[in-house]
């Protein structure tokens, strides 16, 4: 099941602003990935999957690693990865190694709201540089933060365009990811309450 779609842009007021222009919904809630140098906005989807708009914060040092998720170098607003929910992480990233593509180790993530609660979940380490390939996301405890996020869209489809789209969809299947390859630049692209976004 598709857990968020990520929204990278150089800004995060622009992009939220943006969203909002387009769309009719504005972005709330998120906060602050410490350490990372990113924070984020959120916008529900359906009652389990979000879209995150996440952009370099200004307020945090420059982290020591590049900024996680492709932000690193966003020049310009886009759809820059997306997220697979399940319940055991373990368990998925070794089915779908093998299967034949190995998402890379369990790490944890956190993110600070703006009260100050600490979120926290688990995902695998391909989803530190993005891409048209999934991560997995395990919420564990933690609800999921389409509950709380602002309503009023849906995903109504996604799919990914990739160059070699013989390369990719073996990838996207070993992960359970069920979405059409089309032949393109190396994008993905969701219908969203009727418009699209890439």
Same mark, same amino acid.
């Given at each position: 099941?598709?857990? #968020?779609?990520?929204?990278?842009?150089?800004?995060?007021?622009?992009?939220?602003?943006?969203?909002?222009?387009?769309?009719?919904?504005?972005?709330?809630?998120? /906060?602050?990935?410490?350490?990372? !140098?990113? #924070?984020?906005?959120?916008?529900?989807?359906?009652?389990?999957?979000?879209?995150?708009?996440?952009?370099?914060?200004?307020?945090?040092?420059?982290?020591?690693?590049?900024?996680?998720?492709?932000?690193?170098?966003?020049?310009?607003? /886009?759809?820059? !990865?997306?997220?697979?929910?399940?319940?055991?992480?373990?368990?998925?990233?070794?089915?779908?190694?093998?299967? !034949?593509?190995?998402? /890379?180790?369990?790490?944890?993530?956190?993110?600070?709201?703006?009260?100050?609660?600490?979120?926290?979940?688990?995902?695998?380490?391909?989803?530190?540089?993005?891409?048209?390939?999934?991560?997995?996301?395990?919420?564990?405890?933690?609800?999921?933060?389409?509950?709380?996020?602002?309503?009023?869209?849906?995903?109504?489809?996604? #799919?990914?365009?990739?160059?070699?789209?013989?390369?990719?969809?073996?990838?996207?299947?070993?992960?359970?990811?069920?979405?059409?390859?089309?032949?393109?630049?190396?994008?993905?692209?969701?219908?969203?309450?009727?418009?699209?976004?890439?």
């Amino acid at each position: 099941m598709i857990d #968020h779609l990520i929204y990278a842009a150089p800004d995060l007021d622009a992009a939220v602003d943006e969203v909002e222009e387009r769309f009719g919904v504005r972005a709330e809630g998120g /906060g602050q990935h410490l350490g990372l !140098g990113t #924070h984020n906005r959120l916008l529900a989807l359906g009652p389990r999957t979000y879209l995150e708009i996440i952009a370099p914060d200004p307020r945090q040092p420059e982290p020591e690693l590049p900024r996680p998720f492709g932000v690193e170098g966003v020049t310009r607003a /886009g759809l820059v !990865g997306w997220a697979l929910s399940c319940d055991d992480i373990e368990q998925a990233r070794e089915a779908a190694a093998v299967a !034949g593509f190995d998402p /890379g180790a369990v790490i944890d993530g956190q993110r600070q709201t703006a009260s100050g609660e600490v979120l926290r979940w688990r995902l695998t380490s391909n989803a530190l540089t993005g891409g048209v390939v999934p991560f997995l996301i395990s919420w564990g405890d933690t609800p999921s933060p389409a509950l709380s996020a602002p309503a009023g869209l849906v995903l109504e489809s996604l #799919h990914v365009e990739h160059p070699d789209p013989a390369l990719i969809t073996p990838r996207l299947r070993a992960l359970g990811a069920d979405v059409e390859v089309r032949l393109g630049a190396s994008a993905l692209v969701a219908s969203i309450s009727g418009q699209e976004l890439r």
